[in-house]
């Protein structure tokens, strides 16, 4: 990426690389200089280009919203019943769950967690 400096300046980089630039003349620079070139208000050619932000999901982000919500779905594809969507211990498959949820921030652990919660449940209730 080229970079234009608003004075005469020779920048060396903490990462060992070290560019000089003229006033106002596009001069490429590698991209680990990028933050520093940056702090020292040397822009890239094209401007600074804003990052775009993420979709927001409706992922809940309180523990007990993300349990109603598993809970409900194990109880879905239990009643389905669909053998591809368990693994070959019987656990719900992550994915399968992070995508009919819609979430991005599913991890193994909590999905074992509630697993083993929503079977707890299942036994209790058969005793009862």
Same mark, same amino acid.
């Not at 969507?85 to 999905?111: C, I, Q, Y």
């Given at each position: 990426?080229?970079?234009?400096?608003?004075?005469?300046?020779?920048?060396?980089?903490?990462?060992?690389?070290?560019?000089?630039?003229?006033?106002?003349?596009?001069?490429?620079?590698?991209?680990?200089?990028?933050?520093?070139?940056?702090?020292?208000?040397?822009?890239? =050619?094209? &401007?600074?280009?804003?990052?775009?932000? +993420? *979709?927001?999901? !409706?992922?809940?982000?309180?523990?007990?919203?993300?349990?109603?919500?598993?809970?409900?779905?194990?109880?879905?594809?239990?009643?389905?019943?669909?053998?591809?969507?368990?693994?070959?211990?019987?656990?719900?498959?992550?994915?399968?769950?992070?995508? =009919?949820? &819609?979430?991005?921030?599913?991890?193994? +652990? *909590?999905?074992? !967690?509630?697993?083993?919660?929503?079977?707890?449940?299942?036994?209790?209730?058969?005793?009862?």
């Amino acid at each position: 990426m080229k970079y234009i400096s608003h004075r005469k300046v020779v920048v060396v980089s903490l990462s060992g690389r070290s560019v000089s630039f003229a006033k106002g003349v596009p001069t490429y620079a590698p991209p680990q200089m990028h933050d520093e070139l940056i702090t020292m208000g040397i822009m890239p =050619e094209g &401007g600074l280009v804003e990052p775009e932000e +993420k *979709e927001k999901t !409706a992922e809940p982000t309180m523990a007990a919203d993300r349990e109603a919500a598993l809970m409900a779905q194990f109880d879905k594809m239990v009643q389905r019943g669909r053998r591809e969507d368990f693994t070959a211990v019987g656990a719900p498959h992550l994915s399968v769950v992070a995508r =009919e949820l &819609g979430w991005a921030n599913m991890v193994a +652990k *909590e999905r074992d !967690a509630m697993w083993d919660k929503w079977m707890q449940a299942q036994l209790e209730k058969e005793e009862n």
